[in-house]
């Protein structure tokens, strides 16, 4: 056994590891089963109707930029992506479709796409899976620098708050998070509780970002955009317009200019 591997079986309490590589082995053909199949299908069919954002927080973003929120809540008008940028994102689709198929047809996964609402936090989203043993299932695709990070430190702080988030809003108590290296495959598993830290985090953003919404005020932009720096904002599908924007009337108007 590599040591990788050695490593990912000694962490306690996973849930997917042994049994996922078991079922890879014995399915080098990938047979997948009647359930997985259907379950295909239907998401192929979901993916023709753009998912349209407006009037709601996602409990999967409510750890990210929260002005960034607030214009994806306002339905703001965004950067035309790179084919790059496509591609990066359509493989993601495609990995977590792979995963969830896996899942599903050998059985340690019994439930995939599972909608979550929570009318008290006012958030809604949508789960990866559910596992055989009533965790929620988080996938991730990730650079190879960044699962050199995981590998060495464990789950990104972004990810336990946003698998926080799910397990707040679902009433779960653990998440299984499984990271998937782009370049090689290379998978490793960790296992997120919930607990009082995490909990009030997670209430607190929750209330700090619908006071912007219900007030209709932007929250300032984060220091490392304002000097136009970091991954954020380079990332940011509203850069464009984010810095010059002071006010929410000064978005509506940025927002229904590009409508007209």
């Not at 965004?78 to 599903?104: D, P, S």
């Amino acid at each position: 056994m590599k040591f990788g591997e050695l490593l990912k079986y000694q962490r306690p309490n996973l849930v997917i590891s042994e049994r996922h590589d078991a079922w890879l082995q014995a399915n080098d053909s990938a047979v997948y089963s009647a359930k997985a199949i259907a379950f295909a299908k239907q998401q192929m069919e979901a993916l023709s109707t753009p998912v349209d954002r407006r009037g709601k927080l996602s409990a999967s973003s409510l750890g990210d930029c929260p002005r960034q929120q607030m214009f994806t809540f306002m339905g703001m008008p965004q950067l035309t992506r790179t084919a790059q940028n496509v591609q990066q994102l359509q493989n993601g689709v495609f990995l977590h479709l792979r995963w969830q198929m896996a899942g599903l047809t050998e059985g340690w996964m019994t439930e995939a796409e599972v909608p979550i609402t929570n009318s008290e936090l006012r958030l809604r989203g949508t789960m990866d899976g559910i596992s055989y043993a009533d965790t929620l299932v988080e996938i991730k695709s990730i650079s190879p620098h960044g699962y050199s990070s995981v590998a060495k430190f464990g789950v990104k702080e972004e990810h336990r708050f946003q698998v926080g988030t799910y397990l707040e809003a679902s009433g779960m108590e653990r998440a299984s998070v499984v990271y998937e290296n782009k370049a090689n495959q290379e998978y490793v598993e960790y296992m997120v509780e919930m607990d009082e830290e995490l909990h009030a985090s997670v209430t607190e953003r929750a209330g700090e970002v619908w006071g912007h919404a219900d007030s209709k005020t932007l929250p300032e932009p984060l220091s490392k955009c304002i000097d136009r720096d970091g991954w954020q904002y380079r990332f940011c599908p509203y850069r464009h317009q984010c810095l010059r924007l002071k006010s929410w009337e000064d978005a509506e108007e940025t927002r229904d200019a590009d409508r007209s």
